[in-house]
Antibody
Framework: QVQLVQSGAEVKKPGASVKVSCEAS????????LHWVRQAPGQGLEWLGW????????KYAQNFQGRVTMTRDRSVSTAYMWLSRLTSDDTAIYYC????????????WGQGTLVTVSS | SYVLTQPPSVSVAPGQTARITCGGS??????VHWYQRRPGQAPVLVVY???DRPSGIPERFSGSNSGNTASLTISRVEAGDEGDYYC??????????FGGGTKLTVL
C-alpha cells in the first residue's frame, strides 16, 4: 500500500533552517510528483510547491520563493523540503502529499511534521 | 492569484445533511477536490474531480460544481464526520490553491 512517512518534529530558532524528509513506499517513486503543504496553528492549508522525483524539477509557491528548496534522492525514494530564514510564522505542521497525476488532487498524504520556531 | 472562499463553520445535527460551499470565479470551469482533516490527523481526500469518490469513502459524501460555486454535501451526518473541510483546485497562475477551510460541527 502507498505510504508517505515523514521525519520527526523539529524545534528551531528564528533565522535557522529546517529540513523535512518524506519517504515513499508502495509505488514507483519517480512516477508521481510530490508536493509540500503546511498548516499553521489556527490557519488553513497552504501550498509550498512540488518536485518531480523523476528529474528533480521543482516549482515553488511565490510566497516561498528564495526560502524553500525541494530535493529528492531516488535511491532511497525520499523527498526533502528545506526552509530557511525561519520566523515564528513558519511554525506549522508540514505535510508531503502525492499528486494523483491526471486530476491535480492529492491522493496520499504523509503523517505531518511539526516544525516549531521559537527563541 | 485565484481565491477560493469557504464559510468558516457549518453546524448540523446527526442524521441531517451538511452542505459546504466553495466559491471562486468561474469555478465551474475547474476541477474541484475536497479534503477532510480530523483533529490530529493528516488530510484525507473525500471527493475529487467535482463529484468522484476515492475508494473507501462512503456514498454519503458527494460533490457538485457549477458557475461560481462548488459544494460538498454530506448526507446522514455522523459524529465521526466532524473536522475541517478544504476545497482545492489547480490554477494556471497559482498552481495549487486551497480554500480557507470550513469547520464542520455535529451538534
Amino acid at each position: 500500500q502507498v505510504q508517505l512517512v515523514q521525519s520527526g518534529a523539529e524545534v528551531k530558532k528564528p533565522g535557522a533552517s529546517v529540513k523535512v524528509s518524506c519517504e515513499a513506499s508502495g509505488y514507483t517513486f519517480a512516477d508521481y510528483y510530490l508536493h509540500w503543504v503546511r498548516q499553521a496553528p489556527g490557519q488553513g492549508l497552504e501550498w509550498l510547491g512540488w518536485i518531480n522525483p523523476h528529474n528533480g524539477a521543482t516549482k515553488y509557491a511565490q510566497n516561498f520563493q528564495g526560502r524553500v528548496t525541494m530535493t529528492r534522492d531516488r535511491s532511497v525514494s525520499t523527498a526533502y523540503m528545506w526552509l530557511s530564514r525561519l520566523t515564528s510564522d513558519d511554525t506549522a505542521i508540514y505535510y508531503c502529499a502525492r499528486d494523483e497525476g491526471s486530476t491535480s488532487c492529492f491522493d496520499y498524504w504523509g503523517q505531518g511534521t511539526l516544525v516549531t520556531v521559537s527563541s | 492569484s485565484y481565491v477560493l472562499t469557504q464559510p468558516p463553520s457549518v453546524s448540523v445535527a446527526p442524521g441531517q445533511t451538511a452542505r459546504i460551499t466553495c466559491g471562486g470565479s468561474n469555478i465551474g470551469s475547474k476541477s474541484v477536490h475536497w479534503y477532510q482533516r480530523r483533529p490530529g490527523q493528516a488530510p484525507v481526500l473525500v471527493v475529487y474531480k467535482d463529484s468522484d469518490r476515492p475508494s473507501g469513502i462512503p456514498e454519503r459524501f458527494s460533490g457538485s460544481n457549477s458557475g461560481n460555486t462548488a459544494s460538498l454535501t454530506i448526507s446522514r451526518v455522523e459524529a465521526g464526520d466532524e473536522g475541517d473541510y478544504y476545497c482545492q483546485v489547480w490554477d494556471s497562475s497559482s498552481d495549487r490553491v486551497f480554500g480557507g477551510g470550513t469547520k464542520l460541527t455535529v451538534l
